[in-house]
Structures are given as C-alpha cells and as structure tokens.
C-alpha cells in the first residue's frame, strides 16, 4: 500500500520542484529555436564553447591527478592534523567564487606572491590565459572530486588490501591495482562532478583569468556578456550548456538518479 | 631474495606472539612444523584471527618474534620486520576475498605477477593450481558469480600460487551451507595433507578441527589453554569452553584412589584411580535420570533441579542444577520418550546417575 501523503509535506514540496523546473522549462520555451543554428555556430560562441571543453577536460584531469592521493591521504593517514587539512580543503566549496579568483591573484597574479618571481624569471605571467583560466576551474573542482573519492575509499574494504599484501604487492601496486579499481565508480563520479563544476565557472575565472575572446571568455562569460547586447543569443547558448549539463547528469544516472 | 629452502630451513613456524589489543592481551606461543596441520580453536574474541593477521604480517607484534623456515619474520628484540609482501605466507580469508573486479584466473595470477613474474609464467601457474583445486572450468568467470564452495577453492588456490611456506586459513568454511560445507571440508583436508608447508586453521567448530588438523591448539582470552591431538582434546577437555564445545561434563576436584572430591561438597567415584588436582570428565549420554531414588544405589547418585530442557540431534539434553555439588550443573542426554513418560519438566527436582566405568579422571 502506498504511503498517504500529507498536505503540509506535498504543497512545499510541489512548490520546490516547480521552482526548480520552471526556470528550465522557461529557457526552452523563450529560446529563439528558429535561429539556434546561426546563435550556436556563431564563431564567437564556438570559440567560447570549445575554450570551455578544453578548460574543463584539463581541470578534470589536473583535479583527478592532485585530488586523488590527496583523498587517499584524508581517508588512510591518521594524521592528528587530518581534520584540520580536511576543513581547509572544503573551504572552497563553500568560498564565493569571486573571492576564490581574488585569492588566486594575490598568489599567482603578476605580482603576486609567487607570480611575481615567475615573471621576473620567465616573464610569464598566468592573469589573462587560458592557463589562468584552468587554474581557476581547478581551484572550484577539485573539492569535490576530494570528498567524493574520499568517500569511496573510505566505504571501500580494506580487506581486499590486506589480501594483496599477503600474495606480494607492494603498496604502490596496491593502490593502483586493487584499491583504484575497486573506487574506480567513485573517481569517475568525482570526476564528472569536477568537469561539470568546472565547466559551470563565472566569478573566479573572470576576476583571475579576465574575459578575452578566445583566450579566457567561456561559454558562461559568454552567456552573460550576450544577456546584455543579445538576450536572445544568451537564452540560446544556456540552452546548449543546459544540454551539456543534462547529459552530464544521464552519465551518473545509475550513481545518483536511480538510488532513491 | 627470500630463502625457499626446506630441506635445509625445514623447521617450520615457530612463533611467540604477545601484543595487547582492545581489551584482548595476546600471548601465545605456536609451533608448527612442515606439513603439519594445526586448528587454532577458541570462542569468540580469542584472538584467534588477532594471531593468523600477527603472523601475515598486518599487525605488528609489540612483543616477542616470529620465525618461519629459520627466516626471522619479526623479532620485537632485534627490530626485524617482515612487510606482509616480503613474507613467504599465505592466508585464506574468511569471506575470502577475491577481488570482484578481476576474473578468476587473474585472482590467482595476482600473487606471481605482485612477486614479479612476467604474465604468461603466472598464468599458467594460475590455471595449474585452478586445476588442483579442481576449478579449472571457473577461470574467466567473475568472482561475483561464482558460489560459496567454488570461492573458497579459488581462493584456496590464490593462496598456495605464492608458494607460500605457511598457510593460514581463517574460518575457511564458516561462510558455507551446511551440505557444502560437508564436501568442501573433505577437499580442504585433502589439499592440506597434501601442502609441504605448514599450516594453521582458524575455527570455532570442533567438527572441522578434527577432520581438518593434525594437533589443536585451544585458545581463550589470548592464551593457549590446551593443545593435543584432536582425540586427546575430545576425551580429556581442560577447560569449560573445551568441555562444552566437545560435548562433555567437565567437574574439577581433588582424588584420592577412586573418590573425586569437589570444592563445593559431594564427590564423584571413578573407576581409574587418581590422587591429587585433576578433573573427571563423563558423557551427557552417560547420565541417566530418575524421578524417584532408584534401587540398588549406584555409586555416583546426585538429587538436583532440572534448569533447562532443549532437543539436541535425536535426544534432548536436560540440564540439571545443583549437581553433583552447589552453584554448578551438568547435562544429561535422554530420548524424547523418556522425557514424556518421567514427565520431566523444568524445576523439578530429580536423581541423576552416572556409572564409575564411565567417568574419565585425569590429572590438572
């Protein structure tokens, strides 16, 4: 028999779904669809969507290749520091993203802390590049690739690592060969998470990497540049990110959507 | 390079293991030689799996050493340890443990390939030792999908690839339905007396204990409380724990000729004589009950208090306060139908006898 609903419970919750789908239902209905292919093929938006891809696909890989061991040190060492680190890491999750770009050119802007000896060696500096650009999206996404890989392994048997050892392998080979493979789903989840989040990226990028068309506008500066000259462009190209996004969420649909 | 040799390291495990875990202080000493076969038993909380992970390695000792085939494994003294891939062990785990992202073959392939030998060779070990174990046809399957018995010959199979010199086998068959269990006991006792290296059982089943090893070893609260072969064990148990698990009526006392006096007042007469601290043992089924004092006077005859009555197997075991002496009960073992037609209930009081030829004495 199905559980009764009550009244007080179904009309908040009717009420929060329809906020959260209204606004979705709204951009699919006032996108101008009659002119979606000149708007999205725009060399502008191309440019703009392809820097997006590239960026997010490297802040993936970058927060894959840092958060991973920096998970498995939060989860396996017993460190008495470890609640410290862990509350740092989680700080910019919950950071606005504008003061997650400040911070970051305080360090790595031209003339900051270590910005400013790499100019002085180099004369490069990472403000207004596709590197700048990166970096910020790394600075958001890793956090989340951290927790959910940390909560991998933690959920993981550690047993299994236990019967590598008695068969001969060494702790690298454990990590790569039993314990990677066994958090493998959790990584890949951690690792969609990281993109998405990454490719979502407005107030860091643009207050550390700034907005120059084809070397650190992306498709959200994009977005909010055209709300002011095109608005009709601006509902199109959300629409194409909406799109990128929900297929994002059908990747992890057996992860998240199908485990009520 | 680990020193494989027998003939010449040929002394087995010989092991002095004291750590204190929790509320669990560990001290035990192990012997095993090549070949033999030993079943660590005890209740739970023993120590039992704290001794079988000491010796893989995965704990680390904080007192005494461990040596295995004359190589020191770990020696608290003189500051040797062993990693657990640097040891010649190999365990057997409890719910063991195959790695459900790798295929059978590949489960037993991991241990030549972690000990560095090239793919091919540590293939076709594996599928040599799938053969032994008689799961050849399982070795491109998923762990996941095959069941309990043909796990536990994999992993068995898993274990002895790594040729190792002990092997350790906790509770191997504890995961296992009860008719599985019957014939994956018959095959372990087979590869084990056919395995040249030692070997250690863990279990808390007397019946696995006896087909499986040479020798127990009985430990509780993390000390060896008997050891013995399985018979010696069964007929002349130690400890409550020992008695209850073998099945026996257990009472300590002090002999003198065929009288077995108990701290608590009331004696026991024995047909072997024995003088001093010792225990007297005797059969539940050996016991027999009566409702009214019988004739003719048996020379163990004690009046108690039926406390519990339960089926047990094809009788029923009746458990009977208060004697022979104050503050401790015995269990006596009657057909069902002697149940019925004495009318036996709990609380009632009854005379409960045992012949002298019956109870067996030993000393302390």
Redesign the interface.
């Known amino acids: 028999m199905p559980t009764p609903i009550p009244w007080l419970l179904a009309l908040p919750a009717l009420a929060g779904l329809s906020f959260l789908v209204l606004p979705l239902l709204g951009l699919l209905i006032r996108a101008p669809w009659s002119n979606a292919w000149q708007v999205i093929t725009d060399d502008e938006a191309l440019l703009a969507l392809r820097l997006s891809l590239i960026t997010a696909t490297v802040a993936m890989v970058l927060a894959v290749l840092l958060g991973v061991p920096l998970a498995w040190l939060l989860a396996r060492s017993d460190l008495p520091a470890m609640g410290w680190l862990r509350a740092v890491i989680t700080v910019p999750l919950v950071l606005p993203p504008v003061v997650g770009g400040v911070a970051l050119f305080t360090v790595l802007g031209r003339s900051g802390l270590l910005g400013w000896p790499l100019y002085q060696l180099t004369g490069f500096a990472f403000p207004f590049t596709p590197y700048a650009v990166v970096l910020a999206q790394t600075f958001v996404a890793l956090p989340f690739l951290i927790l959910s890989v940390e909560g991998a392994l933690r959920a993981a ?1 550690r ?2 690592e ?9 702790p690298l ?1 454990i990590f790569s ?2 314990t990677l ?2 958090i ?1 789903p959790g990584v890949a989840a951690g690792a969609v998470l990281a993109w998405a989040r990454a490719l979502g990226e407005f107030g860091a990028t643009i207050t550390f990497a700034g907005n120059f068309p084809g070397t650190t506008r992306t498709m959200p500066l994009q977005v909010y540049l055209a709300l002011e000259t095109d608005p009709s462009a601006a509902l199109m190209l959300s629409v194409l990110l909406l799109a990128v996004s929900v297929l994002v969420l059908v990747l992890l649909r057996d992860r998240w959507v199908n485990r009520w | 390079m680990v020193t494989r040799d027998r003939a010449e390291g040929g002394s087995g495990l010989v092991a002095q293991l004291e750590l204190q875990r929790g509320d669990l202080r560990l001290a035990v000493d192990l012997r095993v030689g090549p070949g033999e076969v030993v079943a660590l038993l005890g209740p739970n909380g023993a120590g039992k799996s704290t001794v079988l992970r000491t010796l893989a390695g995965l704990l680390p000792l904080q007192r005494g050493c461990a040596v295995l085939g004359g190589l020191t494994m770990e020696d608290v003294d003189a500051g040797i340890r062993l990693e657990p891939h640097h040891r010649q062990v190999g365990v057997v785990f409890q719910d063991y443990l195959l790695f459900p992202h790798l295929s059978v073959l590949d489960n037993v392939a991991f241990g030549p390939r972690a000990r560095g030998h090239p793919r091919a060779y540590a293939q076709q070990l594996a599928h040599t030792m799938l053969e032994r174990v008689g799961a050849a046809g399982l070795a491109s399957a998923q762990p996941r999908r095959i069941s309990g018995g043909q796990a536990q010959r994999v992993a068995l199979a898993r274990a002895l690839a790594t040729e190792p010199q002990l092997l350790l086998l906790d509770e191997p068959l504890a995961a296992l339905d009860a008719r599985t269990r019957l014939t994956v006991r018959g095959e372990l006792r087979r590869h084990l007396a056919d395995f040249d290296g030692a070997a250690i059982v863990v279990t808390h089943d007397p019946v696995d204990a006896a087909v499986l090893a040479d020798r127990l070893v009985v430990i509780e609260a993390g000390e060896v409380v008997q050891t013995g072969t399985p018979s010696e064990v069964a007929r002349r148990p130690r400890t409550d724990y020992v008695a209850r698990l073998v099945g026996l009526n257990l009472l300590a006392g002090t002999g003198s000729a065929h009288r077995v006096d108990l701290p608590g007042g009331g004696a026991v007469h024995t047909a072997d004589s024995a003088d001093g601290d010792v225990y007297v043992a005797f059969r539940p089924a050996a016991v027999s009950i009566f409702t009214t004092r019988p004739d003719g006077s048996p020379r163990n005859l004690w009046l108690g208090r039926i406390s519990g009555i339960e089926s047990h197997g094809e009788g029923v075991r009746v458990e009977i306060d208060a004697a022979p002496q104050r503050g401790s009960s015995i269990l006596a073992e009657v057909t069902p139908a002697a149940v019925a037609e004495l009318g036996l209930l709990p609380g009632a009081a009854v005379w409960a006898s045992v012949k002298a030829s019956d109870v067996e004495v030993y000393p302390r």
Do not use: E, F, H, K
């Open positions: 048997d047993r299994y236990d019967a590598a050892a008695t068969l001969g392998a060494r080979t060969r039993v493979p066994l493998g």
